[in-house]
């Protein structure tokens, strides 16, 4: 786990013949035309964007194409969670199709997780298929939504309940647009890349605990971490595309996590989807060790280093108060099935050794919940 | 090509871990709860349909369901080609999460191409992806549009070009509702089971030009019909899944029917799918003669069966007039990519000897619809 000579990574997802490359370093997106022309046989581009990203990238990404002779149209979307929806995704495959992008052709996703769901949902229904690049510039995105295939909007009844697995054919992840994220929005992508050590490497864990300072910092030792969260991902992935099984683990933290962020009316002012992660991880290894299954210290020990790079990790951080414990837990019955009172969720037998519980006696999350909810 | 004792007849459609039975006979929708209970795991059922389709079917439909103790819900949408748009899309996802359908439970399209089309669309991006199964209450959905798992809708840039491939779990043909379809209805689904015979299967037509009066009658010849092009789908679909070769047979008669659907602005007053199609063969046929391929008694002998059933088989049969051979021209080059001059089209070397021609020079063709268009 130490820091290479060459700044640039490439993780490869293994699926066959919709296999793909993953390019980590800097300068990825004045580099963009070259990687993108000599992978696509088409010459026709559509790039999705928002709002936030557009001033910063968008010129740039646009004259990298143009100068390798790549044909490129822009679509400037909203910014924010609400812009995954019926709505905007009608607009992007309404603009896709009057650019007439071809089989050969692709649609761009250049922005975080928002847009990549979207464009990669709308690409995956264009023309039943239109090839897909991401181009994520967020941390999140770049160690988490960009990888993967998982596509979709969200619907009145939940979070990402419509779209598509549809795997991009390239993801070129530029560490030098990190620079312009908030402290705040690099320590929720951060949560992502701790929660790789958690499922299952305790190594890089413990590089985190040491090295997170670095991470923080840029250059070689942020660009390991990306490159091995992506690599995690990317394993679970191949082994199981379409969660029928192990791909579940990357849920760990996210089912305490989406219950907070449902209470909290997806209101980014008071949580964010990462900062729900941060203290979603910490209440799942506290529940792993009230339930015996882990030692309490481990708990201690993913509070004490996600509260040390200044993540939230305790319910009563989260400004506006929070409903009951029976409010929170039919918020998390929502996302799952609960069968005979049983619940599936992620638990772990210690820093890197997560595993998928399907038997989870829901009187004994409730009781934790109330336990653990400010007073 | 006998007719069996056995009224009801099963398909297989091989596609691994995605294959499923086609069953096809009298009496499927009273016995669909019997059908779909023995093959489901969960108890859970949306059906959507159409307002031509629920007084006749829906309430037989649910009894049977009920009858099993399934739980079922209904949509009942406008009948038509406008259905297949994104609006009624929305709602058929908003209800099926309404109606709070998982992952072992069901959604159902009962009724023709354009419920199948829009219901399997929505099945394929609910939760990404649940199951579904198709009921199809017209001819043409029986043999072609419920088998092989292109879903749609439409966009104002063309037709079906939004969607996904999204294969159903079972597909129940019942043959006693094609006695409630009007004759031309009935014909134009009869144009495609004649295009099997078309692609590869010389006896079929040969069967076909003899026993087509038994087919339209009903019974046994009618079930062996619709078998016999059921079997003849689901062997390219296994094939060819994705459409990236040989599937694309099926397309025989299409490139030019499509022309002529745009042309009469999709009203079905002037021309239908099948009617469209029905013309188009003639003209594949037609045209491989001029280009010498195929000899001009096969085109002859091709509109003669598809005159003497009905079908209209030349373009001065379309009331309302045409547009000139230019602007047919561009309707095609709209659907297809034309590359330096040259178009891909499926022609034929004679009766079931189709082919997928990749350098079809687009101004033969505009001299072909010339000579044909009336003067």
Redesign the interface.
Known sequence: MTATATARRTVRVDLGDRSYDILIGPGLISAAGREIASRLKGRKIAVITDAHVAPLYLGGFMGALQAEGIDAVSLVLPAGEKTKS?EHL?SV??SV??ARI??NDAVVALGGGVIGDLTG?AA??????SRFIQVPTSLLAQVDSSVGG?T?IN????KN?????HQPDLVLADTDVLDTLSPREFRAGYAEVAKYGLIDKPDFFAWLEKSWRDVFAGGEARIEAIATSCQAKADVVAADE?ENGQRALLNLGHTFGHALEAATEYDSARLVHGEGVSIGMVLAHQFSARMNLASPDDARRVEAHLGEVGLPTKMDQIPGGLPPAEKLMDAIAQDK?VKAGKLTFILTRGIGQSFVADDVPQSEVIAFLKEKLPK
């Open positions: 019926f009608i495959c309404d199709l009057a071809e089989r949902f995956g229904i264009v023309r039943r298929g998982k979709g619907s009145p009844h939940g309940l419509i779209g598509v697995f379409r099935k």
